[in-house]
Structure formats: C-alpha cells, structure tokens
C-alpha cells in the first residue's frame, strides 16, 4: 500500500517558493499526461506498448476499396512448360453406350491440369572410399579423400547452411530448427551442433562481413539507428548501418559515441548519415539528414497535447515537400530554386507561430539547475536549429524522407530476440551480427539466404557488390 503524504502548508511559503512547488507540480503533471498520452502513433513507442488499443497508420486514407482496384492484371498461378511427370488417364477399354472396344491410341489429350507439389526428401548419404594397393616392387599406394572429408562420418555443406538458415535467417529457435530438420529429412541433430555450425559459418562469413563494413565507410548516403538487445540477461545495443545495397550489424555494451567509435564505420565517414536526431549522431562528421517519419510522429502528439494547428500545417507543409520531389524525380528533373526558397520561407513561417505560443519558460527566483521545458517548446527548438538536416531531402533528391530503411534492418533482430528471448552469449550475439549482414546484404543484391550459406560451407563465399 502507497504511504499517504501529508499536503506541505503553503501558506508559509514566500511568493518565490510557491512559483517552484507550482511549477514542479506543473512539470510532474505534464510528465504523466505525456505517458498516458503517446502510442506508436505519435511517438517512437513500438506497437507492442500499444496493447489492446488499435494502432492506426500515419497514412491518409487513400478511398480506395480493399483488394485489386480497376486496371490490375492480376497473377495467377503458372502452367510449368516442363512438368517432371506425366500422368496419362485412359479411357474405358468400351463405350459406356454401345459396347464397342475404344483405341486408346486414337485418342487426343482434351485437358491438361497440374499439380504443384514439393518432392518427398530423403538423405543423400554419399560414402568415400580410398583404395590401396602394394605394387610388384613392393611400394605400396594409397588414394586421398577430398579435402573436406575429413571425419568417419560428417554432415555435408547443405545441411549445415540449412541449419544456420533456420536459425540466422528465418529466426527459427534451435530447438525448433533441429526439430524441422528431423521432420523433413530424418536427421537428428541436436541444437548444440546446429549452436556449432553457427559458430562455423560466422568464421566463413568474417571477411565478407569486413567487406560490407568497408563499403559502408565509403558510401555516399548511410542510414543509422540503434535499439536494445538482451545479451546474458543483460541490455546491451545493437547497431546498424545500412543503404540500399548494403546492411552491417553489431552489438556492444554501450549504446554512445564508445560503442560508435569502436565499431569503427560511422567515424570514418564523410557523406550524408540519416538519423533520428539521437545526440551522438551530431558528433559525426559529414552532413546529417533527420528522418522525417519521427517527426512526423512527433508534431501529432504535440498537436493531439495541445489541439493547436502549426503541428498540423507543419506535417502536411513536410509530406507536401516530398511530393514535390518525387513528382521532380519521376520527371528526372529538379526542384526548382524558387520551390526551395518558397518551401523554407513557409518552414520558417510556421516555426515562428509554434514559437510565439511557446516561448522559453523562465527560471523562478531561488531555483537551481535548468527550467524543464515544454514538448512544444523542445520540438520547436529542434526544428529550428536542424531545420538544414530536416529539409535536406528537399535540397539533395539523393536523400530519402525518411530513416526507414534503417529501421527495417532493426526489426528482423528484434524479432529474433521476441521467438528467442536473450541471447546466452556474446559471442552468440556476435555471431548473428555478422551472418546477418551478409544474409541481408547479399539478399538486398539479389542472392539468396540458402545459397549464400551453402556457398560458404563450401569454402567459396559470395563477395558483395561495392555499394
């Protein structure tokens, strides 16, 4: 049970002291209005806070009814030109009618149908033998094995990418992927050797891993985020750099700059890093571009707190602007000086209303340290200070609208932990880092997961593209 607090006796407190209790319990009761308030909707809280609430999209209605509209082809599925297996049906060997006898031979196909199915799989157990033989002269002789059969009994490449598929890239737990192996093949594997064949593919993988991160250090436009993940029943952080060709993970127990600079790619650069805004990333060289999704999310829960309209003409001013540039780009041509200069003109314009409703709050006589302000006030504060890095998709068409891309490559390892829980090892986190951005890398190039592994059990890893 909650202890009962006694009220204080304000009566004796001077002019200055009431302005603090007030302004405290104002900042208290903002704070708590703020938690109840946000959702994913309107904030960078993950739907799973949501709970039974519905989610609603960012997106404007389209009018549209569900499914195909007017116009659409459609897809169906395909006839295979060449069908593995033919299954004539004969005839009766008589007419149901008159009784005589009916020449099959004589007969024309009417209808053709298939089936599409997947084969009933069985081991493929290929034994090697080496033969020996003692010449006349008495030299004796021997044959070698490939140099990859190296145990009595050993498990082939396919099976051991299959393995390492289920686990890294389909998030299967081990438990489970060892169980789906058993069923579909008859091979009982453990998940301690699937938990092996991991540790083997991040050695094959290393140098392709060091490959994308090199590409990333040289790339003109990189997307950046970060996010918890569980190590040892621990938080540790999961970081990403990732554009349109090329994705690279890692985990470190810290989330800033010391986690940044060992990781050795974000420092390094010199072109544009796309962000949500989070401090550190200020401290990169380059130029910086804001994702305009989250503040998006964040002028309507202003505007939802405070039923005023800037937060509103500043969102439809932002998804304006991009329009403007993908119109400009599917024309392959520019937006002009006079549309940029029109389009920060009403920025500015905008900011200045938001800020004449919200101005600074100022320190009460007596109270120490800063004056907590108001979320109008600090988003205002931060479109106007970054307004470059907030209008930069609209001055370089390069730069994307958004830090999507970024957090795509965030979700498949945050669903990973939801099937899997922590991981029981750093190395374990480590090691899906590192096969996760070869998989998502070479998937982005147009490779698939499966032969990407088995490639790489076969010692001859697919190297990826520059970017």
């Known amino acids: 049970m909650a202890k009962k607090r006694t009220p204080p006796d304000l009566s004796a407190l001077t002019r200055g002291e009431l302005e603090c209790v007030v302004l405290t319990l104002w900042e208290r009761l903002e704070a708590l209005e703020s938690k109840v308030a946000k959702n994913s909707r309107n904030s960078s809280q993950p739907p799973s806070t949501d709970g039974l609430r519905k989610t609603n999209s960012l997106r404007e209605p389209s009018g549209n009814k569900p499914g195909a509209q007017p116009g659409h082809k459609g897809d ?11 299954d004539t049906h004969p005839l009766p060997e008589q007419c149901e009618r008159c009784g005589c006898a009916l020449d099959q031979d004589e007969a024309e196909i009417a209808e053709r149908r298939q089936v599409i199915d997947t084969p009933v799989v069985a081991v493929d157990v290929v034994e090697h033998r080496v033969l020996a033989l003692r010449c006349a ?53 453990s998940p301690a050797t699937l938990l092996a064949w991991v540790d083997e593919a991040r050695v094959a993988l290393q140098a392709t891993a060091d490959a994308i991160a090199n590409s990333l250090r040289v790339a003109p436009l990189v997307h950046a985020d970060e996010s918890g993940l569980r190590v040892q029943g621990k938080l540790h952080w999961l970081h990403v750099a990732a554009n349109d060709s090329h994705t690279w993970y890692g985990v470190h127990a810290k989330r800033g700059m010391e986690a940044i600079a060992a990781q050795a790619i974000l420092p390094q650069r010199i072109g544009v890093l796309i962000h949500d805004c989070w401090a550190p990333y200020w401290q990169l060289p380059g130029t910086h571009a804001l994702c305009n999704a989250h503040l998006l999310r964040e002028l309507l829960y202003v505007q939802e707190l405070t039923g005023e309209r800037w937060p509103a003409r500043m969102s439809k001013l932002l998804l304006r602007a991009n329009e403007l540039r993908e ?19 009403f920025y500015d314009a905008i900011l200045s209303e938001g800020e004449r409703r919200h101005p600074a709050r100022l320190k009460p006589t007596g109270k120490a340290g800063r004056v907590k302000q108001s979320v109008a006030f600090n988003l205002l504060l931060r479109l106007r200070r970054y307004a470059d890095a907030v209008l930069l998709f609209v001055a370089d068409p390069a730069v994307p609208f958004t830090n999507n891309l970024g957090e795509r490559a965030i979700r498949m390892p945050k669903v990973k932990q ?50």
Do not use: W
């Open 418 to 467: 939801k099937i899997s829980g922590s991981f029981r090892t750093l190395l374990g986190a480590q090691n899906f880092c590192v096969i996760r951005s070869c998989l998502d890398t070479l998937r982005k190039q147009g490779h698939g997961m499966l032969a990407v592994l088995q490639r790489a059990f076969a010692g001859n890893p697919i190297q990826p593209a520059p970017g």
């Open 327 to 345: 119109a400009a780009q599917r024309k392959n041509i520019a937006l002009s000086d006079a549309d940029k200069t029109a389009l920060r003109t």
């Open 76 to 86: 169906t599925l395909k006839r295979m030109a060449e069908p593995s297996r033919i």
């Open 137 to 189: 002269c008495g030299q004796r002789h021997r044959s070698a094995f490939p140099a990859s059969v190296t145990q009595a009994v050993q498990y082939g490449p396919n099976v051991r990418a299959l393995g390492v598929h289920l686990t890294q890239g389909q998030l299967l737990p081990f438990a489970r992927a060892a169980q789906l192996i058993n069923d579909l093949y008859g091979i009982a594997i």
